[in-house]
């Protein structure tokens, strides 16, 4: 089985991903006092569809990068979980945990099982919509062990958010559950100052996209002490659809120098071409 969605966008995040997971591998060859981790929250079935064919999937790309000594691949379809577990064999030297269940819930428990003073990690976060709680990424800071790419839905999120407000309250927890509270209502919206003739009316128009942007990159930086400015990638009608946010929990300078002048470089990269 295969995730049957992507685009142009998935290629670009994987190859991303894999160039980050080889310079990360290396920058902990000589260190082998720490045990690396791979996490991956949205682990779908090893395999990716897109416009060219089908192509390895980020939990396949992982396995295929030496230097990690364990691998957490975390899905709720169990159609995607066979995948994992089919796949889990063809790697049986490798430890390797398959755990179906919702990663909002599952993180908090793995997370609890390692002392994180000799465990480094690598997180990889990619949602199909707006499935990630925030609650979730302060969990992953929390250790100061992790290294986190987030494929912010920024295409779902902006629907979400009307120009005009009126948006109801079910979506409304949609958008709390993403950002982690209400400030996006002062933070988003600005009064409209023209004149309405309806009283019900609130009057508030949405700020422009990228005012999200630096919105939710301002919110990692609250639970981050690094957060580089996102990748942000478009579909085939160069219309924005996610926000690739990179974020280290290490609070050591040095850490994060290093870990930024690999990601920040891949970054560039891709937004140049």
Known sequence: MSNKFGGPWTIIKLELLHKYLEAYGKVFKNKPYYNLIYLDAFAGSGKCYTNIGVIDGSARIALNVERFNEYIFIEKDP????????????????????IQGDCNEEVISILQKYDWRKNRALAFLDPYHMQLSFSTLKTLASTGAFDVWYLFPLSAVTRCLKR???IP?????????????????????????QISFFDEDENIKRKAQDRICCYFKQKMLDIFPSV??????????????????????????????????????????????
């Open 79 to 98: 159609k995607c979980v066979d995948s994992l577990k089919k796949l889990k064999n063809e790697y049986p030297n490798k430890k390797i945990n398959v």
């Open 169 to 193: 309250p079910s979506v409304e927890k949609k958008l709390e559950f993403v950002f982690g509270d209400s400030q996006w209502k002062q933070e988003l919206y600005y009064p409209d100052p």
């Open 164 to 166: 005009e407000g009126n």
């Open 228 to 273: 580089l400015c996102p990748a942000c990638l478009k579909n085939r009608k160069n219309s924005p659809l996610f926000l690739l946010y990179f974020a280290v929990s290490n609070k050591n300078k040095e850490a994060q120098k290093v870990a930024n002048k690999i990601a920040s470089h891949l970054i560039s990269k891709e937004q140049q071409r």
